[in-house]
């Protein structure tokens, strides 16, 4: 089984920057896609950003683009995403996961996930 441990979350004021990391053990990390979603109470989990078990190809929700980057790092088995210019629409629970196909949008094709770690954003 894996496990995924995500940090990096708190209480920023808008257009400040975070960077989130999630960790992972238990598996080979560099044979999962993975992903960062994120969500806010009342509302479904959405899709944010992947990135391939290469790290060659990622791909964001439209609405971050430009300002949050995810990145990996397989020799520390811990992929990133760095969060640019935070607006308070970006407030929510960050998770994020691992997939034994080729990635997704869909949460529903991801296989684990981490526990979560809240951004706040004031304005």
């Known amino acids: 089984q894996v496990q995924l441990v995500e940090s990096g979350g708190g209480l920023v004021q808008a257009g400040a920057s975070l960077r989130l990391s999630c960790v992972a053990s238990?598996?080979?990390?560099?044979?999962?896609?993975m992903g960062w979603f994120r969500q806010a109470p009342g509302k479904e989990r959405e899709f944010v950003a992947r990135i391939s078990r290469a790290g060659s190809l990622r791909y964001y929700v439209e609405s971050v683009k430009g300002r949050f980057t995810i990145s990996r790092d397989n020799a520390k088995n811990t992929v990133y995403l760095q969060m640019n210019s935070l607006k308070p629409e970006d407030t929510a629970v960050y998770y994020c996961?691992?997939?034994?196909?080729?990635?997704?949008?869909?949460?529903?094709?991801?296989?684990?996930w981490g526990q979560g770690t809240q951004v706040t954003v004031s304005s």
């Open positions: 996961a691992a997939g034994n196909g080729l990635g997704s949008s869909d949460p529903t094709r991801y296989d684990y």
């Open positions: 238990g598996g080979t990390f560099s044979s999962y896609a």
